[in-house]
């Protein structure tokens, strides 16, 4: 079945440690993002890429890094320097830009 | 600068009742794509709908009506005779061309009793 895919469902970390969460489709779809998600908040873009190898900073992007190597993967690293890191990630995908965004089932990260 | 704003934040109806959720977005722009998203408790957003801002003919799936004013700015969602399992957070997103990002709302919780 075609999707996206987001492992690992709930991470923990400690505090001072850089932790990178996976983002795979296999949709073909060119554009991918990554979104932050606070209780009672809508979502807020990290980081998205249009193209392999080519990526653009989001709203948030501050203490976050991406790398798009590969069309179907999307990894996000949070760092130390990410000053409140809990939170639930969520990754998406289109077609191309300003088609809808189909979204994986997010990771839920708990830094303490 | 884009916005979307929603301003109920938490309905609660019984079971068969109908209920709107209301839209409103602010673009500059003269081509933008509005969008409704459904986030039930397994956090999963999934999609429902596209609009783009020239068609502006409501739209019925189901149980389920969008009405797109662009007078008011308006992107409303209707669902008819609900259900349990309409329970969730419902997010209005609109995106345009000036940039490749979706501008989301803070979402609306509905709950949905037996």
């Known amino acids: 079945d075609g999707g996206i895919t987001q492992s690992p469902k709930y991470l923990f970390r400690k505090e001072g440690q850089n932790v990178t969460l996976s983002c795979e489709q296999n949709?073909?779809?060119?554009?991918m993002y990554w979104y932050r998600q606070d209780p009672g908040q809508g979502l807020r873009l990290i980081y998205y890429s249009q193209i392999v190898n080519d990526f653009q900073k989001g709203d948030i992007a501050e203490g976050y890094s991406v790398s798009r190597e590969k069309k179907e993967s999307f990894p996000l690293t949070v760092t130390s320097a990410q000053k409140n890191p809990t939170a639930f990630y969520l990754c998406?995908?289109?077609?191309?830009?300003?088609?809808?965004?189909?979204f994986g089932p997010g990771t839920r990260l708990t830094v303490t | 600068a884009q916005k979307v704003t929603q301003a109920q934040t938490e309905i609660s109806v019984v079971e068969k009742e109908d209920v709107t959720l209301d839209c409103v977005y602010e673009?500059?722009?003269?081509?933008?794509?509005l969008f409704w998203y459904k986030q039930p408790p397994s956090g999963e957003l999934v999609f429902l709908i596209r609009?783009?801002?020239?068609?502006?003919q409501n739209e019925i799936s189901g149980r389920y009506s969008w009405n797109f004013q662009k007078s008011t700015s308006s992107f409303n969602f209707t669902i008819t005779a609900s259900q349990v399992v309409d329970s969730a957070v419902y997010f209005c997103?609109?995106?345009?061309?000036?940039?490749?990002?979706?501008?989301f709302g803070k979402g609306i919780t509905l709950s949905v009793r037996p």
């Open positions: 949709l073909n779809h060119d554009a």
């Open positions: 997103a609109l995106h345009t061309g000036a940039n490749s990002k979706l501008t």
């Open positions: 609009r783009n801002s020239f068609d502006e």
């Open positions: 673009t500059r722009d003269t081509t933008y794509y």
């Open positions: 998406a995908s289109s077609i191309s830009s300003g088609l809808e965004q189909y």
